[in-house]
């Protein structure tokens, strides 16, 4: 199988072709940024100390004073500043996952764990390929390219990953759903094992959620993973207030992922 949309680097410590197969997604195992933890260990020990209603709190203050951010994101030093924030970025993924925002956001899962693009507005065809340069044009974006955002994505992900691990129950997995009418738009469909057994490569991030019937909303393909916590970025609990809970959205890292084709109830 082609590795074309892997890249061989990585942060993670792990091969990327290993972390982007369906065999991590059956058996994972805890991932880390290298040095993010280390860079970081007074926010990690700190939330030891408090208990799940207090730990969003607690780093989403740690964000706030160490990448200065403002509540309403920007700070005037002489003039109007704007300094991208992770908050930010998140609500326009939620908004267009194809926006400026979404761009920086792939470039991040690309950066970090070596998961190149498949789809930006348009399907892109290798590093070579306009639509990448297309893509590379969006990431760059200064709007939103600046203020240390991949240090911050770093941090939201090793957050995620410490919530998960100390306060959300079960085997280190979550059954994650998605919709759609072209399935091919955003992904590949590597492999049909049987009638309703799929390997599909997804996105170099993506969006499901844990809510069947809001899948249905958005198509008539439901497919149907075990995302391991490994592979998840964010998701509403994580960021109560900030995130709607209303379509239970779960961003995820891509990859390849057994993927069950569940009829609509």
Request: contains cysteine; proline residues 5%; negative net charge.
């Amino acid at each position: 199988m082609s590795n074309a949309h892997l890249l061989h680097t990585n942060l993670i410590g792990a091969p990327t072709n290993f972390f982007a197969s369906p065999a991590f997604n059956v058996s994972p195992v805890p991932i880390h940024i290298n040095g993010v933890r280390e860079m970081n260990h007074q926010l990690f020990e700190t939330l030891k100390r408090f208990g799940r209603e207090d730990a969003t709190g607690v780093f989403m203050e740690h964000m706030r004073v160490m990448f200065d951010l403002e509540p309403d994101e920007e700070k005037k030093v002489g003039k109007r500043v704007f300094r991208a924030s992770y908050l930010r970025l998140l609500r326009g993924w939620l908004f267009d996952s194809n926006r400026p925002e979404g761009a920086v956001m792939k470039g991040w899962a690309e950066s970090r764990f070596g998961l190149l693009p498949l789809y930006h507005g348009e399907p892109i065809q290798g590093i070579n390929s306009p639509s990448y340069w297309s893509y590379m044009m969006d990431r760059m974006s200064p709007r939103f390219h600046n203020n240390s955002i991949f240090a911050q994505f770093d941090l939201l992900y090793e957050f995620a990953q410490y919530y998960l691990e100390r306060f959300v129950d079960g085997e280190g997995k979550v059954t994650l759903y998605r919709g759609a009418n072209d399935l091919k738009r955003e992904s590949q469909i590597v492999e049909k094992r049987e009638k309703r057994l799929w390997i599909v490569r997804n996105n170099s991030l993506a969006s499901y959620t844990s809510s069947l019937e809001r899948a249905s909303e958005f198509g008539d393909t439901i497919l149907k993973i075990e995302a391991p916590h490994s592979k998840i970025l964010c998701f509403p609990e994580l960021l109560p207030e900030r995130i709607p809970r209303s379509e239970n959205e779960y961003i995820i890292l891509g990859g390849d992922y057994i993927s069950e084709v569940v009829d609509i109830l």
